[in-house]
Structure formats: structure tokens, C-alpha cells
């Protein structure tokens, strides 16, 4: 799809990705890259704090920009959100509130915001639809969070109501690829288990503990294709975004449309290490929302799947974790 043509007439749109040193803006970055017509535009945490407002201020006024991919966040997996939800809720809200009101204070012409699933009530039904947002209470283990991400959407509505930006926000499943988070305590699901069989294997342990039940379905998406849905979903026209999006309900999920339990992806994990000893699971840890599958019709209508299987993804980030991540655990596997 190709882009409308930039404000700054003179030159290529000038796109900025706000996070692209993390898992998502690193894959946004690999992607708007094979877009000739765009200048991209990055700034690294000290380079650019984005929670000090003067700062964001600052750099809007100065850089022109044309668009922006709202990537930067405070991200954790469940144990990381239930012990720092003061960061989560303050980081977030920082971030996204500067990001957002500079780019309205600068003219910016669209703004993507990148939320999460966590956003729909716990026990919402599933698939869950956009328009399940605050349906019902959310999952405890992350609503600090959750309540953030859900402001970030009511944010960008709420500059489309009244000032008609065109601001616009997509909700990924769990992601998962390379840049990930491999840290036991801090990480999500996924990287914790690649690193954990990993490990097992070249330790030669008979064990792998998983946390909580096994029982928690989630849905996970290779960053690959969440990039590849954002450019997606920056590159519709107005009248296209806004065609499925109404004003009070204005966000996109992103997923596969499929789920697997924790068990099953702990099976295929193991698979592709090589583990041939046990998985135990520890009911002591938290299993956290028992489910998160995403209805994606609405990202399906405006012509976007996902192409990557879970299999594949998997293989593929494990061989990635190997390459650039298990010299940083030399202890563990020594
Ligand atoms: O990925 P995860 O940390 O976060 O955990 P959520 C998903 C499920 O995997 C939970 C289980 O049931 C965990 O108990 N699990 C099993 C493990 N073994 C492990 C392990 O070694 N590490 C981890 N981390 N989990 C997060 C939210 O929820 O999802 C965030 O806390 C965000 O706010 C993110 O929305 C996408 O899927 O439960």
C-alpha cells in the first residue's frame, strides 16, 4: 500500500518511532525502512526522555513530523506488573500523554497508538470485539497498566473529537520475537520459555518449572506481523480507518485469531529445544486473565492477516535468542 504524500512537500514524510529500541519500534524500524519515500526519525532514551513534557515539546516543535508510531512504552510480563504497577501506570501515562499532545501542539497528520489486549475485561467473551472495552473489571495483575493503555485510546479519540485528529490506535496480543525480553523475572511467557528449555538443555536439567497452571490460554503474535499490521493500519486513508473505527470506539485489535494454552506452548518449546526431561508446573505463581483471544474481523475487513504460523515464529526466535542472547547467561549454562 503506498503512503498519501507528505505535509513537508519538499521531502519524504518524515515518520517518527517513538520505542524503537524495543521489541516492537526495532521491527517497526525493519519495516518503514523498505519504504523508500520515508525519512525515519529515532531518538534513544537519552537522547530524548519522553517523560519530561518540555522535552517531547521541545523535539515535536523542532523535527516536523509527519507521523508517528506511538511504540514506546513501559512493558512487563505478569510477575513485573504485579510488582511495580505505580511504574506501569506512571510511565505509561507519561509517555503517551507528552507523545500525544505534542504531536496534536505540532500539526503531526496521524498518530498510531500501540495499546495491548490486556485493555478488555477479564472475563470478557471471546473472541474479545472492540467494542468489549470497559464492559467489566479487569484482570488485577495488570490494570495499572491496562488503565493506561485504555486512557492512550480515550486520548486519541478524544483529539479526534475535538481538535479531528486523525489519531489512531491498534491493540496487539501477546507479542513475542527478536529484541524480546529475556529476562526470567521482568519477561512474558514466551521468552521466559525459550530461555528456560534453552537452558535445560545445555545444563542438562530433567526439569522445567512453568508458573501457575498451565491452563491460561493466550494468543501470541510474531512483531513481524504487528509491524507489518501498524504500517498497515497508518497507511489506510481517513475515510478508510475511520469507515470501521467510530469515534467512541476507535481502536483495531491485532492478533492471529488463534490461541494456545501455556501447556501447549511449553510442548512446543520444548520440541524445538531437544528437551527430552519434565515440565513441571508451580500453582504458587499466578496464572493470571484465564484467556485472551482477540476478534479480528475488523483488522480482517481492512484487508490484513497475520502470515507468520506460531511454530514458525518460534523456531525462528529461538534461533535468534541463540545467536545474540545466551552469551549474556554464561553462568547459567556454563
Ligand atoms: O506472558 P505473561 O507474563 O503475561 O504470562 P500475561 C502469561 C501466562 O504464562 C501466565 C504463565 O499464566 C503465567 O503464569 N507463565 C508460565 C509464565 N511460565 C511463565 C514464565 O516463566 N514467565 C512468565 N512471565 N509467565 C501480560 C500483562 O499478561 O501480558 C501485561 O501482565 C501485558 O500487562 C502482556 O498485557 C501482553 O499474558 O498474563
Same mark, same amino acid.
Given at each position: 500500500?503506498?503512503?498519501?504524500?507528505?505535509?513537508?512537500?519538499?521531502?519524504?514524510?518524515?515518520v517518527?518511532?517513538?520505542?524503537?529500541?524495543?521489541?516492537?519500534?526495532?521491527a517497526?524500524?525493519?519495516?518503514?525502512?523498505?519504504?523508500?519515500?520515508?525519512?525515519?526519525?529515532t531518538?534513544?532514551?537519552?537522547?530524548?526522555?519522553?517523560?519530561?513534557?518540555?522535552?517531547?515539546?521541545?523535539?515535536?516543535?523542532?523535527?516536523?513530523?509527519?507521523?508517528?508510531?506511538?511504540?514506546?512504552?513501559?512493558?512487563?510480563?505478569?510477575?513485573?506488573?504485579?510488582?511495580?504497577?505505580?511504574?506501569?501506570?506512571?510511565?505509561?501515562?507519561?509517555?503517551?500523554?507528552?507523545?500525544?499532545?505534542?504531536?496534536?501542539?505540532a500539526?503531526?497528520?496521524?498518530?498510531?497508538?500501540?495499546?495491548?489486549?490486556?485493555?478488555?475485561?477479564?472475563?470478557?467473551q471471546?473472541?474479545?470485539?472492540?467494542?468489549?472495552?470497559?464492559?467489566?473489571?479487569l484482570?488485577?495483575?495488570?490494570?495499572?497498566?491496562?488503565?493506561?493503555k485504555?486512557?492512550?485510546?480515550?486520548?486519541?479519540?478524544s483529539?479526534?473529537?475535538?481538535?479531528?485528529?486523525?489519531?489512531?490506535?491498534?491493540?496487539?496480543?501477546?507479542?513475542?520475537?527478536?529484541?524480546?525480553? *529475556? =529476562?526470567? $523475572?521482568?519477561?512474558?511467557?514466551? @521468552?521466559a520459555? &525459550?530461555?528456560?528449555?534453552y537452558?535445560?538443555? #545445555?545444563? %542438562?536439567?530433567?526439569?522445567?518449572?512453568?508458573?501457575?497452571?498451565?491452563?491460561?490460554?493466550?494468543?501470541?503474535?510474531?512483531?513481524?506481523d504487528?509491524?507489518?499490521?501498524?504500517?498497515?493500519?497508518?497507511?489506510?486513508?481517513?475515510?478508510?480507518?475511520?469507515?470501521?473505527?467510530?469515534?467512541?470506539?476507535?481502536?483495531?485489535?491485532?492478533?492471529?485469531g488463534t490461541d494456545?494454552?501455556?501447556?501447549?506452548?511449553?510442548?512446543?518449546?520444548?520440541g524445538?529445544?531437544?528437551?527430552?526431561?519434565?515440565?513441571? *508446573? =508451580?500453582? $504458587?505463581?499466578?496464572?493470571?486473565? @484465564?484467556?485472551? &483471544?482477540l476478534?479480528?474481523?475488523r483488522?480482517? #475487513?481492512? %484487508?490484513?492477516?497475520?502470515?507468520?504460523?506460531?511454530?514458525?515464529?518460534?523456531?525462528?526466535?529461538?534461533?535468534?535468542?541463540?545467536?545474540?542472547?545466551?552469551?549474556?547467561?554464561?553462568?547459567?549454562?556454563?
Amino acid at each position: 500500500m503506498s503512503l498519501t504524500s507528505s505535509p513537508n512537500a519538499a521531502g519524504p514524510c518524515r515518520v517518527y518511532v517513538a520505542g524503537h529500541l524495543g521489541m516492537v519500534g526495532s521491527a517497526l524500524v525493519r519495516k518503514l525502512e523498505m519504504f523508500r519515500e520515508h525519512s525515519i526519525i529515532t531518538r534513544s532514551r537519552q537522547e530524548l526522555d519522553l517523560t519530561r513534557q518540555s522535552e517531547v515539546e521541545s523535539f515535536f516543535a523542532d523535527e516536523h513530523i509527519d507521523r508517528v508510531y506511538l511504540a514506546a512504552a513501559k512493558v512487563g510480563g505478569i510477575k513485573a506488573n504485579m510488582e511495580m504497577p505505580a511504574d506501569f501506570i506512571r510511565e505509561n501515562l507519561q509517555i503517551q500523554t507528552h507523545v500525544i499532545h505534542a504531536a496534536f501542539s505540532a500539526g503531526v497528520e496521524r498518530l498510531l497508538f500501540l495499546g495491548s489486549s490486556c485493555i478488555y475485561p477479564r472475563l470478557a467473551q471471546q473472541p474479545m470485539l472492540e467494542d468489549a472495552l470497559m464492559s467489566g473489571p479487569l484482570e488485577p495483575s495488570n490494570e495499572a497498566y491496562a488503565v493506561a493503555k485504555i486512557a492512550g485510546i480515550k486520548m486519541c479519540e478524544s483529539y479526534r473529537h475535538q481538535y479531528g485528529c486523525d489519531f489512531r490506535s491498534v491493540m496487539p496480543t501477546n507479542l513475542y520475537g527478536p529484541n524480546d525480553n *529475556f =529476562d526470567l $523475572d521482568s519477561g512474558h511467557v514466551l @521468552p521466559a520459555l &525459550l530461555r528456560k528449555f534453552y537452558t535445560a538443555v #545445555a545444563t %542438562g536439567s530433567e526439569t522445567v518449572t512453568v508458573w501457575g497452571s498451565g491452563r491460561p490460554r493466550r494468543e501470541f503474535l510474531h512483531v513481524d506481523d504487528m509491524a507489518a499490521a501498524s504500517v498497515h493500519t497508518m497507511n489506510l486513508t481517513t475515510a478508510q480507518y475511520w469507515s470501521v473505527a467510530t469515534p467512541r470506539c476507535s481502536h483495531i485489535n491485532v492478533g492471529t485469531g488463534t490461541d494456545v494454552s501455556i501447556a501447549q506452548l511449553a510442548g512446543l518449546i520444548s520440541g524445538i529445544s531437544g528437551f527430552s526431561g519434565q515440565i513441571q *508446573f =508451580d500453582p $504458587d505463581m499466578p496464572d493470571g486473565t @484465564p484467556r485472551k &483471544l482477540l476478534d479480528i474481523s475488523r483488522l480482517r #475487513a481492512l %484487508g490484513w492477516e497475520a502470515e507468520l504460523s506460531l511454530e514458525e515464529g518460534l523456531a525462528q526466535t529461538y534461533a535468534w535468542m541463540v545467536q545474540h542472547e545466551i552469551n549474556t547467561w554464561a553462568d547459567e549454562t556454563a
